[in-house]
């Protein structure tokens, strides 16, 4: 064709549930609209979450086309290096856009929402598995010619809409399509469904688009928002003892991981099992003299936390039958006053989970008995569909969150206290003579996460590395070579890299012998 026109392509990342087909269609009506000639494909992701789905626009000119006498032809995927807009719904599919070659820096613009939503790899990774957002965001401004960037899904929850509304108006706020906003809002009026609400979002995210600012710090302001409102919940009735034991015996600097830890545990148990984490705390701070900042004593207070509100059955039944968890899943899904919303639990429990739930006599017995095991086992095969909205699921799952009043009682909290016990031992053991070395053995509690068989697998890992710290004790290395064999630990899911890392060890402690 005459001086070589070229089509308008854009790829659009979404994942299940975040309106990628409604965005999609909003584009091509509009382009429609202002008398261009459009098409779209979509390649769905393998899964919701694992995979999100790549819609294909582009937008050929009519004028241009019946000047020439000839129709486009359009491609039905998006190519490297040739697509001129990319929005994503989640800033880790930005990325993604980015790794693809999608985004170029003499062409593309590049639309994302800052938000997260966390992929399976990264939930269930061994130790910290949320991908890195900073350097996401880094390499999307080095790599695009622009780049619109803010947490658009709070720009739409805002207005009480869906986040495909803000990204249309992140698009038309860009300029990166040659049609005026009336153009892009007659198309949201056009289809007739939640119209004020997804407009309202619509001129939030046009104008943010329109001044030009990028939010880098999205993901950063977050997580302090959010630690900022776990401090003021610390505050609550419960833990103002607790509070006047931390600020009078503890140092000012460790306070507010004291103050979280503490609040975690009264939420889980009990005020008497918040004194008791502190009790446990002051045998560690009376071996600390803060060298280097009560480091020792604050990552133990970390970790220990996060084990003493271990995940149990009675813990899942609590947080599952919370109030704050139905308003929750009604906001999200924007239930009106005359609908009722049903949340189906889907719960597998195995016997040896069952035993933990036990009295500790009890569930020693139902363990010591194979026979036994397997009996209970024919009725642990499949797993069940709990609808906690309807009064039996409900009450099923109030009660087992109930048993948290013979908790102290039960098999599983008898052996994770022996567990808790015999970690702080050892990390106090080599406190006075090797201080990094503890707090190497401290760190190494991170291992032991979750529920299921990903409990199972991260405490034999971290029995591994207990097993180590008594081979390293003594040596001036000792810390440097367990912080080492925790990041193997954490390096895959089956332990094969710590599998390794071991028998080297062991094969040199064998030479130098």
Sequence with gaps: MTDNPRPITLAVAALGGQGGG????????????????????????????TGATIYCIELFPKAAAVKEGKLPVLALTPMPGDVDIVIAAELMEAGRAVSRGFVTPDVTTL????????AISEKSAMGDGIADAE???????????RLVAYDMKAAAEAAGSVISSA?????AGSGALPFPRSAFEDTIRAGGRMVETNLASFANSYERAQSGQTDSDTVVKAVASTKTVESKQALS?????????????????????????????VDYQDPAYGQFYLDRLDSVLSLDSGPRGYVLTETVARYLALWMSYEDTIRVADLKTRGSRFERAQK???????QIVYLTEFMHPRVEEIADTLPAPIGRYIMASPRLQTFMGRFTKKGRHIRTAKLSGFLLLAFLSSLRRIRRSTLRYKVEQAR??????RVKSPAASDYDFAVEIARCQRLVKGYGDTHMRGLKNFAHLMDASETLAG????ARVLSGLRNAALADDVGETLQKELETLSSKSKSVA
């Design 167 to 171: 990204l249309f108006g992140a698009l």
């Design 475 to 478: 040596r001036k290395d000792a």
């Design 135 to 145: 350097v996401v965001l880094k390499v999307a401004r080095d790599r695009a010619k």
């Design 22 to 49: 409604v965005l999609s269609g909003w584009i091509v009506k509009t382009a429609e609209n202002c008398g261009y000639i459009a098409q779209y494909t979509s390649v769905p992701g393998v899964a919701q979450r």
């Design 420 to 425: 808790i016990e015999d970690w702080l031992g």
């Design 237 to 265: 009735k419960p833990v103002e003892a607790l509070l006047e034991r931390i600020r009078s015996s503890f140092p000012a600097a460790i306070h507010p991981t004291l103050i979280e830890g503490a609040r975690r545990c």
């Design 332 to 338: 999200e899904v924007r239930v009106k006053p005359d």
């Design 111 to 118: 639309i994302t929402s800052t938000h997260r939503e966390y």
